[in-house]
């Protein structure tokens, strides 16, 4: 039994839920119509060298559609694949979904929150899109409803930062996810592993800084070189400056990783794979989650390793 209350060699975020709300929570995309302050000229056009959000967003999402229209067919389609799913949250995953003026956001949340089968939302964003006011408001969601904010920090390195073009620094990662854990707000993080110019320790060392912030989650994903993005040519023409993990090698990494990790971060995924049509680097041929998340206990369990073991 580990400090998480269960035989888990780290802290798993879906059995922390579980725990919490008896049962899984299943999420459900929804596409506002967001842009995002890197693709609509207040700090770039480019976005993100990596980004293609149709690479990363279910076929039911589509902005043209409501709210409460994209909630309906995306439970239609989770309850046939889950069938004893029971809780549900509205996650706002597409672009930066803090991005408009609080109005704006207030029309959109209460939308989603308004749906009956809707028992909390996630709200996916950057950490420059955020500011006193709308964390207030999100606050004021979160006395009713389970709510999160999960930010994409994608590395704790400026050099890299300015080099995948994400147009914040790591100090705005720092001060949003503080401005929101501060409200009493659930707080999440995102991290890209294999990022260009990072080599595996400086990957590795980001920990440290992680286990710094207030959050209260954390998500994983190796990088992938999504077709038709810039880092597309970028990786054509410098290979070498791109770490893409083979699936062994990254749960070797992501172990160490983990062993180092605050205890109390709950970790919400280790890894995820774009479909196959969008993916031009390294394929790990349609491991599953729950693969994954077998195969990194096993080797925690192989190193006699648990999360936080290494945390000091
Ligand atoms: S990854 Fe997010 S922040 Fe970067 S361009 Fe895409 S939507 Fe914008």
């Known amino acids: 039994m580990?400090?998480?209350?269960?035989?888990?060699?780290?802290?798993?975020?879906?059995?922390?839920?579980?725990?919490?709300?008896?049962?899984?929570?299943q999420?459900?995309?929804?596409?506002?119509?967001?842009?995002?302050?890197?693709?609509?000229?207040?700090?770039?056009?480019?976005?993100?060298?990596?980004?293609?959000n149709a690479a990363f967003s279910p076929s039911y999402c589509h902005p043209e559609m409501s709210i409460t229209d994209q909630i309906n067919k995306g439970l239609a389609f989770v309850r046939r694949r889950y069938p004893r799913a029971a809780l549900f949250v509205a996650y706002l995953q597409s672009f930066s979904n803090t991005w408009a003026p609080l109005d704006k956001l207030k029309d959109i949340y209460?939308?989603?929150?308004?749906?009956?089968?809707?028992?909390?939302?996630?709200?996916?964003?950057?950490?420059?899109?955020?500011?006193?006011?709308?964390?207030?408001?999100?606050?004021?969601?979160?006395?009713?409803?389970?709510?999160?904010?999960?930010?994409?920090?994608e590395s704790c390195y400026d050099a890299t930062l300015k080099r995948i073009n994400r147009g914040h620094d790591y100090k705005d990662s720092v001060k949003a996810i503080g401005m929101t854990a501060?409200?009493?707000?659930?707080?999440?993080?995102?991290?890209?592993?294999?990022l260009p110019g990072e080599s595996r320790s400086q990957m590795l060392d980001q920990v440290h800084k992680i286990n710094r912030l207030p959050i209260h989650t954390i998500k994983f994903h190796q990088l992938q070189i999504v077709k038709g993005t810039p880092m597309e040519r970028e990786y054509a023409e410098n290979p070498g400056d791109f770490k893409l993990f083979d699936l062994d090698e990254y749960v070797d990494f992501v172990t160490g990783f983990i062993a180092r990790l605050r205890p109390d971060i709950a970790?919400?995924?280790?890894?995820?794979?774009?479909?196959p049509?969008?993916?031009?680097?390294?394929?790990w041929e349609g491991v599953r989650s729950d693969?994954?998340?077998?195969?990194?206990?096993?080797?925690?369990?192989?190193?006699?390793?648990?999360?936080?073991i290494f945390y000091l």
């Not at 999420?27 to 293609?52: E, H, L, M």
């Not at 809707?118 to 207030?136: A, F, H, N, Q, Y």
């Not at 409200?183 to 592993?193: E, N, S």
């Open 110 to 153: 209460s939308e989603a929150l308004a749906h009956p089968d809707i028992s909390g939302m996630v709200i996916g964003t950057r950490p420059d899109c955020v500011d006193s006011e709308k964390l207030d408001y999100i606050a004021s969601l979160a006395k009713d409803h389970y709510i999160k904010v999960e930010y994409g920090l």
């Open 291 to 308: 693969r994954l998340i077998a195969l990194v206990e096993k080797r925690l369990e192989q190193k006699q390793l648990h999360q936080g």
């Open 27 to 52: 999420k459900i995309s929804v596409n506002a119509g967001f842009s995002c302050p890197n693709r609509d000229g207040t700090v770039g056009v480019g976005g993100c060298t990596f980004c293609d």
């Open 2 to 25: 580990y400090r998480w209350g269960n035989s888990r060699r780290f802290h798993s975020y879906t059995d922390a839920m579980r725990e919490r709300y008896g049962s899984r929570i």
């Open 182 to 194: 501060e409200r009493g707000i659930t707080t999440g993080a995102h991290l890209v592993f294999g």
């Open 267 to 275: 970790i919400e995924r280790f890894a995820g794979e774009v479909p």
């Open 277 to 283: 049509a969008f993916n031009v680097g390294k394929r």
